[in-house]
């Protein structure tokens, strides 16, 4: 039974290491859907009346769209593989704490609240709750009565 489950462990990991990324939608989760999708006429505007000549206007359209494209091609291809190692880095290093020192941190915390919690409530029992009792059936006898003058 150890010998199977380690090999289905070991199939799961492997799975996901060499899980095929898909080159047509890189953006599955839609995680970057409103933030970053600019095009020319997100940026850019000639309101009715100020009208600047048509080739001026498709030229803009296409210098906008072209450099858009490249530059971004180019900003990734520097900067792409060493930020996506530091944030491999970073999510590792966050997820390690996680694992080592938050959750047993509060595990531990919950232990201790519930020790905590039986002495606070026998306290309660023991002390208040007669206390409250007494005070009750002493305050029982009050009657209110409201009057209007006028």
Not at 12 to 41: A, C, G, T, Y
Not at 54 to 83: A, E, H, M, N, Q
């Amino acid at each position: 039974m150890a010998e199977g489950q380690s090999d289905l462990e070991a199939r799961i990991i492997q799975d996901i290491h060499s899980k095929e990324i898909d080159l047509v939608n890189r953006d599955p989760k839609h995680i970057n859907e409103d933030v970053v999708k600019v095009d020319f006429e997100d940026v850019i505007a000639e309101p009715e009346g100020t009208y600047s000549f048509d080739g001026v206007w498709k030229v803009s359209y296409t210098t906008f769209t072209v450099s858009k494209y490249w530059c971004y091609r180019l900003i990734s291809t520097l900067l792409g593989v060493p930020l996506a190692l530091l944030w491999g880095f970073i999510f590792a290093c966050i997820s390690f704490c996680h694992i080592w020192a938050v959750v047993p941190c509060i595990k531990s915390c919950l232990i201790e609240m519930q020790c905590i919690s039986r002495i606070y409530s026998l306290c309660v029992h023991t002390f208040c709750h007669p206390l409250f009792a007494a005070l009750g059936q002493v305050f029982s006898s009050i009657k209110v009565a409201l009057r209007k003058e006028a």
